[in-house]
C-alpha cells in the first residue's frame, strides 16, 4: 500500500463550486505539505504543517485554506474554485526526526475548473 | 527568490547511452540539492538528495553533483535504459520548508 495517498486522484468541476482535496499518510511523519504544479512552472509551495496545531502559508495560498485533522490527515479546500486553479495538486511529507529533509510525494491530484 | 532552471526540457537518447541533465540555480545560499523523478500518475520519487557541504551523491547507475558556488548540479545517468523514461526535477531546499523546483528534463529513451 502507498504510504501517502491523495484523494480523489481526477475532479472536474465548475467555477464557484467548494473542492476539498484530502491527503493520508502511513509514514508516521510530523509535516506535511500541498505542491501544486503548472505546465511550464513547477511545483509551488502552497501550505505546509509542522504538526496539528502548526499552518503555515507557503508561496502560493491566495485562495486556498487547509485543515490538519490529525497527524496523518492533511486536507487542501477550494472555497469557491476558479479556473486558473486548474493544476496537478502533490501531498508531501517529511519527518525531522528520521529523515530531515527528504520530503515523499503522494500521487497527485489532476483538478480541472471549468 | 531563488530560481531553479533546467536544460534541455526534453531529451531522447538511445538506450545504452550515458546522459547528462543540468540544474542552476540563482542563490548558493541552499541547504540541499534534490534529484527527484516523475513518472505519471505516480508523483514524484527522491533519487538523490546532496547536502549543501557535499560534492556528489551515486546511487546505482545515478550521480549527481554539485558546485554550489557555480549555482549548478548534473545528473549523470549510466548506461540508460527504456524504463529510465520520465521526467527528471531538480529542486533545492533554502530553508526549512523552502523547496524551490525545476520545471523538469522529460527524458525518453529508445529502445
Known amino acids: 500500500d502507498a504510504d501517502v495517498t491523495q484523494t480523489p486522484r481526477n475532479r472536474i468541476t465548475k467555477t464557484g463550486k467548494r473542492i476539498m482535496l484530502e491527503c493520508s499518510q502511513t509514514k508516521g511523519h510530523d509535516r506535511m505539505y500541498w505542491y501544486r504544479q503548472d505546465p511550464g512552472l513547477g511545483l509551488r509551495l502552497i501550505y505546509y504543517s509542522f504538526d496539528v496545531k502548526d499552518i503555515n502559508k507557503g508561496e502560493i495560498s491566495d485562495g486556498y485554506s487547509v485543515s490538519r485533522q490529525a497527524q496523518a490527515k492533511f486536507s487542501l479546500s477550494l472555497e469557491s474554485a476558479i479556473p486558473n486553479q486548474t493544476a496537478l495538486y502533490f501531498c508531501?511529507?517529511?519527518?525531522?526526526?528520521?529523515?530531515?529533509?527528504?520530503?515523499?510525494f503522494g500521487p497527485g491530484t489532476r483538478l480541472t475548473v471549468l | 527568490k531563488q530560481e531553479v532552471t533546467q536544460i534541455p526540457a526534453a531529451l531522447s537518447v538511445p538506450e545504452g547511452e550515458n546522459l547528462v541533465l543540468n540544474c542552476s540555480f540563482t542563490?548558493?545560499?541552499?541547504?540541499?540539492l534534490q534529484w527527484f523523478r516523475q513518472d505519471p500518475g505516480k508523483g514524484l520519487t527522491s533519487l538523490l538528495l546532496?547536502?549543501?557541504?557535499?560534492r556528489e551523491q551515486t546511487s546505482g547507475r545515478l550521480n549527481a553533483s554539485l558546485d554550489k558556488s557555480s549555482g549548478r548540479s548534473t545528473l549523470y545517468i549510466a548506461a540508460s535504459q527504456p524504463g529510465d523514461s520520465a521526467t527528471y526535477l531538480c529542486a533545492v531546499q533554502t530553508g526549512a520548508n523552502n523547496l524551490f523546483f525545476g520545471t523538469g528534463t522529460r527524458l525518453t529513451v529508445i529502445p
Open positions: 546532496i547536502q549543501s557541504s557535499q
Open positions: 542563490d548558493s545560499a541552499i541547504y540541499n
Open positions: 508531501a511529507t517529511s519527518d525531522l526526526t528520521t529523515s530531515p529533509n527528504t520530503q515523499y
